[in-house]
């Protein structure tokens, strides 16, 4: 992207770097030569190269004559780029952005904290959860499970529209 708007070097220049793409494109489809297919694949790069270089030093040669007399260029550079609107939190409103980084974090800290474990040993969880696990594990299901044959596949699937595959 060509900051300043100026004119581009005759090297880089959009006209000649379409025609030579081209050229570079039509001679290889004519040939199929090899080396001309990697001259016409290597040439978009080094123009978007050329192309980026000349617009970064277009750039920096704006940004090193930037006056502070005209406001229309420093405005762009000085002003924030973002406004976080005033955040609501149990603690009352932050409106200043050191409030608000601080809000954050602490919203963060709390959300992505590891859970607390009892500390009065009382209720053992990881006890409770082993003994659930070895009752419902220990008392196989009360009737055997069926092997399900075709016909009854066959059904299930005549239920489904015509438009969905099976599986």
């Known amino acids: 992207m060509i900051l300043d708007g100026g004119s581009l070097p005759r090297a880089i220049c959009p006209a000649t770097d379409s025609d030579s793409k081209n050229r ?3 001679l290889f489809q004519r040939t199929l030569n090899p080396l001309h297919k990697s001259e016409a694949n290597r040439l978009p790069a ?14 920096n040669a704006k940004l090193t004559a930037l006056n502070t007399q005209n406001l229309a260029n420093t405005k762009i550079l000085t002003q924030k780029l973002s406004n976080i609107p005033n955040l609501n939190s149990s603690s009352g409103i932050a409106s200043k952005d050191e ?9 963060f800290e ?7 474990r009892p500390d009065d040993f009382k209720h053992n969880i990881d006890s409770n959860v082993t003994n659930t696990l070895e009752k419902l594990f220990s008392y196989p299901p009360p009737t055997p499970i069926l092997p ?6 066959c059904s299930y699937i ?5 438009t969905k595959d099976p599986g």
């Open 24 to 26: 570079a494109r039509k």
């Open 46 to 59: 080094f123009i978007k190269r050329e192309l980026k270089i000349h617009s970064q030093a277009s750039w």
């Open 99 to 107: 409030q608000k980084a601080n809000l954050i974090t602490n919203t």
């Open 110 to 116: 709390d959300n992505y904290m590891e859970n607390k």
């Open 148 to 153: 399900t044959n075709p016909e009854e596949i």
């Open 158 to 162: 005549k239920v489904f529209k015509n």
